[in-house]
């Protein structure tokens, strides 16, 4: 269907980051919107230090070569699935100036947070150029659990947005504490259901399996190996792991993969356990019997604990799971109770969405 006459909508976001949430929310993102009736695509906009953070080299021939296999899947996933604007925007400055557009997003994921923008805000992430009119909004904006909203930076720009929607209920209450009004809602990924658009099988094995995805390093990393170890004394289920980083409790790791591949594994997943949030979110989406491993660092975990919190699933904690005999022990999730609590958000938060858009 034609694009002519639709009107335009501009998302920015991490999706050039060698991230799987990244690029899947964003893929998200613009499949709701073009499905609403918009001509919806990611602003193709790559600021120098995530340019520097993908391509540099790892360290040692092998990761080198496991990272050099996720940029190509990456690349082509994107190519393939994403809608993106021509050419490349490395200024924040000309980001607006190209186009009759009629809204600017950003957001979702840690768009907010400094730490990843390298310590500075970032002015394309704010949407803080020249939109010509075009309206601004944040949806599902986070800061990683960073307090933000009283920095003089933050206020000011944020007094510039049309709607403001935020991941996190930590980052509502700091917003609203600052003479601001926004609104927690659902990232993105769980906007939609439907992946098999994307989905790609071609590395899943054909056995039941635990699957692991864990982010961050050191003792969290420690932690949650010693965790799998446990658990798989319990259960006869082999572990597959993936991430950017292996674990010696996995029976198979598979680094390298594609956005395609790794919803593949959760989809095929016969049980899941993680610390990221999305990948609680996709096994929520997926219905699928998980557990959640919180991060050592607490600010971590709020995005995981919003969302756990929404569907009623806080007991899925390790934290609060304490002892069990096997996994056929653990309290099943009852997903007919879950999914309509979980689809009544989806509609309150794409409601926002449109709403936000003037729809």
């Not at 695509?41 to 496991?66: C, D, H, M, T």
């Not at 600017?104 to 730490?115: E, L, P």
Request: charged content about 20%.
């Amino acid at each position: 269907m034609s694009n002519l006459g639709k009107l335009k909508v501009r998302v920015l976001t991490f999706h050039q980051a060698l991230n799987y949430g990244a690029v899947l929310q964003a893929y998200a993102l613009c499949k709701t919107l073009n499905d609403a009736g918009y001509d919806a695509k990611v602003s193709n906009y790559l600021p120098y230090y995530f340019a520097f953070q993908i391509y540099r080299p790892a360290k040692g021939i092998k990761k080198s070569i496991e990272k050099l296999r996720k940029i190509i899947g990456f690349y082509q996933f994107r190519k393939k699935n994403l809608p993106t604007t021509e050419g490349l925007f490395f200024f924040p400055r000309n980001l607006g100036a190209r186009e009759d557009v009629h809204a600017f997003i950003c957001g979702s994921d840690q768009i907010w947070n400094k730490k990843l923008t390298s310590n500075n805000y970032d002015d394309g992430y704010f949407l803080n150029f020249e939109t010509h009119g075009g309206l601004r909004i944040a949806y599902a904006a986070s800061s990683g659990g960073e307090i933000i909203a009283n920095d003089s930076y933050v206020k000011q720009v944020l007094h510039s947005f049309d709607s403001i929607g935020v991941r996190e209920a930590s980052l509502s209450k700091d917003i609203n504490a600052n003479s601001l009004t926004s609104t927690v809602v659902l990232d993105p990924s769980l906007l939609i259901k439907d992946y098999d658009a994307v989905i790609s099988y071609e590395r899943v094995p054909q056995v039941e399996y635990i699957l692991t995805y864990v982010v961050g390093s050191g003792e969290t990393l420690l932690g949650f190996n010693d965790y799998v170890e446990q658990l798989k004394k319990k259960t006869n289920l082999i572990v597959l792991h993936i991430g950017s980083k292996g674990i010696a409790s996995s029976d198979m790791e598979i680094l390298d993969i594609s956005p395609g591949d790794w919803v593949g594994f959760f989809k095929r997943a016969a049980f899941v356990v993680t610390n990221s949030f999305h990948g609680t979110a996709f096994s929520i989406n997926f219905e699928k019997q998980f557990l959640f491993y919180p991060h050592g660092q607490r600010t971590l975990n709020q995005r995981q604990e919003t969302l756990l919190k929404a569907v009623n699933l806080e007991n899925r904690n390790t934290e609060v799971v304490g002892s069990f005999d096997s996994i056929e022990s653990l309290e099943s999730i009852d997903y007919t109770v879950v999914t309509p609590k979980l689809s009544s958000i989806v509609e309150t938060s794409r409601d926002f969405l449109l709403q936000s858009l003037g729809k």
